[in-house]
């Protein structure tokens, strides 16, 4: 068994199967939308592991045999003590036959692309590529921003967009809402008009600034000075990371700054379904 990153299947001449998650219910290893490709050989991504996906891996490569062209099943797995599996919660899962990996990833590659939080990563330095590198395959799109090319030139990740700009801050306005931001240039004149900006739209999700408390104090007061509120510059996470780790190594730091991500992310990802479970009790 082979295993493989999403993308990978973009290489794929062989036909093969995508595994999608198209119902969940309870307690189930992945949420609704999940998708793997599964080859004679390979596997591509994950529906979460263990039993279920061991069991959709083999009926996958049975439907491999078929030599109907377009072949396309539903399957009903209670995960339970039936299939060695105690999570308790149930999941439908859609088998679909594709020629190759190319029309297989096509066929998810918008909704793949559109349901991932956009990253923005200022700065390219040793930081800022542990970071960009280390948040592949954690449903990012990763865009490393940097004035110095050099310093960009040194990565050439395929899922990670590199985008060279004299003036950083002058991006602002045209990226999209609702993106994660995370602040590690060179200058401190760079990260200040950078977050100014920011500010000015106000339209982030995530603001976070690498640097100590006493660098956090002088930005804010320069930022009251020039008109903005107590609350949007509460918003600026500074120093960046979790709390819990101090070390000051480049992939240490990273990891911190990831971990800080996902659990912003997460406490998001919990309010909208708390939110939602509220508005459906008051509909019944």
């Excluded at 050989?41 to 030599?67: D, M, P």
Aim: charged share 25%.
């Amino acid at each position: 068994m082979i295993f493989n990153k999403l993308n990978d299947s973009l290489n794929c001449k062989t036909k093969l199967i995508k595994a999608k998650l198209i119902f969940t219910e309870g307690s189930v290893p992945r949420n609704k939308d999940t998708f793997m490709f599964i080859s004679n050989s390979k596997i591509f991504g994950t529906i979460g592991g263990g039993q279920l996906e061991y069991l959709i891996i083999n009926k996958a490569r049975n439907i491999l045999k078929n030599k109907n062209k377009n072949y396309s099943t539903i399957v009903n797995i209670p995960l339970g003590p039936a299939i060695g599996q105690c999570c308790g919660g149930y999941a439908q899962i859609e088998l679909k036959k594709f020629e190759d990996g190319k029309e297989a990833y096509n066929s998810e590659k918008k909704f793949y692309t559109q349901n991932r939080n956009n990253l923005y990563i200022f700065g390219a330095g040793h930081t800022g590529q542990e970071v960009s590198k280390r948040s592949i395959d954690l449903d990012f799109n990763i865009n490393l921003i940097d004035s110095r090319k050099e310093y960009l030139n040194t990565r050439k990740e395929k899922d990670i967009v590199n985008i060279y700009a004299k003036y950083p801050w002058m991006l602002i306005k045209n990226l999209p809402k609702k993106s994660y931001y995370v602040i590690l240039t060179h200058s401190h004149d760079h990260d200040f008009k950078i977050i100014n900006e920011l500010l000015n739209t106000n339209t982030f999700n995530f603001i976070g600034l690498i640097g100590s408390r006493t660098k956090k104090k002088k930005f804010n007061n320069r930022f009251l000075h020039l008109g903005h509120d107590k609350f949007s510059i509460s918003k600026i996470e500074c120093p960046i990371g979790l709390s819990s780790i101090t070390s000051k190594k480049p992939g240490e730091i990273a990891i911190s700054i990831i971990g800080r991500l996902l659990e912003f992310r997460s406490s998001i990802i919990s309010t909208q379904i708390d939110n939602k479970d509220l508005l459906n009790s008051n509909v019944k």
